[in-house]
């Protein structure tokens, strides 16, 4: 069974920086695209940023491209997602998914493409 485990969220005020970490077990994690959404209350589960298996190939929501940075440490089996500039607008709990992936790209931006979830971390950004 793989499992997904979040941390690093926490309250901030707005132009300041989290660190999100996502420690994965139970699972090759190096044969797996990762990637984060978020959600905020009253609203849909929303796409973050995503890792291909390789670590050579990431996307960004245009809400975060520029601000946001996610990265993978296969060695660690962790995947990270760097969260610079903050907005009020980023409060949501973050999640970390997964995904068996096969290639090199593993473009998956959809919820439903994801097949492990963690709990997810709260993310506040105070203005």
Same mark, same amino acid.
């Given at each position: ?11 901030? #005020? *707005?132009? /300041?920086?989290? $660190?999100?970490?996502? &420690? ?10 990762? +990637?984060?959404?978020? #959600? *905020?209350? /009253?609203?849909? $589960?929303?796409?973050? &940023? ?10 960004? +929501? ?12 296969? &060695? ?24 068996? &992936? ?26």
């Amino acid at each position: 069974q793989v499992r997904l485990v979040e941390s690093g969220g926490g309250l901030v #005020q *707005a132009g /300041g920086s989290l $660190r999100l970490s996502c &420690a994965a077990s139970g699972h090759t994690f190096s044969t797996y695209a990762m +990637a984060w959404f978020r #959600q *905020a209350p /009253g609203k849909e $589960r929303e796409f973050v &940023a995503r890792i291909s298996r390789s670590g050579v190939s990431t996307s960004y +929501a245009d809400s975060v491209k520029g601000r946001f940075t996610i990265s993978r440490d296969d &060695a660690k089996n962790t995947v990270f997602l760097q969260m610079n500039s903050l907005k009020p607008e980023d409060t949501a709990v973050y999640y970390c998914a997964a995904k068996f &992936a096969v290639g090199s790209i593993n473009y998956y931006i959809g919820a439903s493409q994801y097949d492990y979830w963690g709990q997810g971390t709260q993310v506040t950004v105070s203005s």
